[in-house]
């Protein structure tokens, strides 16, 4: 059974809209959520991140949106810049232990076009 | 700044081999992780070590060993390597609190 579902393999979109990428869990003892970026032949970078007590957290062009009662968190990408082409993941977080478990996604890659 | 350092980037084994992925952060992190990562699927951990001394199982653990030698190095080795441990396997480490967890540039590995 998989926690975590990015349900969309890709996505497409024009540079200077408005990117949208979605996941949904099931578990509800995440106590975090984050969304990584990740370049070809490179390691996930951290984006941005929300708390399970929050519904919206903004970082410049990146907001993660969390409605906790529909299991499912949003990453808003505005404007999209060519930058932003990558693969992106999100991870759900729970604690063990001092150490952080992580599920992760299975990850949207985002083509943003000129 | 290096931040988290796999060695090596690739490797190929034949089936049996044995091998041993280094992986070593220099940002005085608490806690270090191993995930694998297979073609369509998301990261999945491995093993992970709260604090140097201890080790324990994430999801996928057969079939491989881990050794938290210190606090800033964390190894992944596999005794016997099969094709289905063909993948690209990532390191990462966090300190405490809620900083996010670093990831290092991974390790492609590929087994005959």
């Known amino acids: 059974d998989q926690q975590v579902k990015q349900n969309s393999p890709s996505l497409s979109v024009q540079e200077g809209r408005i990117s949208i990428l979605n996941c949904d869990y099931t578990?509800?003892?995440?106590?975090?959520f984050l969304w990584y970026k990740k370049y070809p032949a490179e390691g996930p970078t951290f984006l941005i991140s929300?708390?399970?007590?929050?519904d919206k957290n903004e970082d410049g062009r990146f907001t993660v949106f969390l409605n906790k009662s529909a299991k499912h968190l949003s990453l808003h990408i505005v404007p999209s810049q060519p930058g932003d082409s990558a693969v992106y993941f999100c991870?759900?977080?729970?604690?063990?232990?001092?150490?952080?478990?992580?599920?992760f996604g299975q990850g949207t890659r985002l083509t943003i076009n000129p | 700044n290096a931040g988290v350092t796999q060695t090596p980037k690739f490797q190929v084994l034949k089936t049996g081999q044995s091998m041993t992925l280094q992986c070593a952060q220099d940002?005085?992190?608490?806690?270090m992780y191993w995930y694998r990562q297979d073609p369509g699927m998301g990261l999945r951990l491995i093993y992970y070590?709260?604090?140097?001394?201890?080790?324990d199982k994430g999801e996928v653990p057969n079939g491989y060993n881990v050794s938290r030698l210190n606090k800033r190095e964390f190894s992944l080795r596999l005794e016997s390597a099969a094709p289905s441990q063909t993948s690209v396997y990532f390191c990462?480490?966090?300190?405490?609190?809620?900083?996010?967890?670093?990831f290092g540039d991974g390790t492609r590995l590929s087994i005959l």
């Open positions: 929300i708390s399970s007590i929050k």
């Open positions: 070590s709260a604090s140097e001394g201890t080790t």
């Open positions: 990462a480490s966090t300190g405490t609190g809620d900083q996010p967890q670093h």
């Open positions: 578990n509800s003892m995440f106590d975090y």
């Open positions: 991870a759900a977080r729970s604690r063990i232990q001092g150490a952080q478990k992580l599920v």
């Open positions: 940002m005085n992190h608490n806690s």
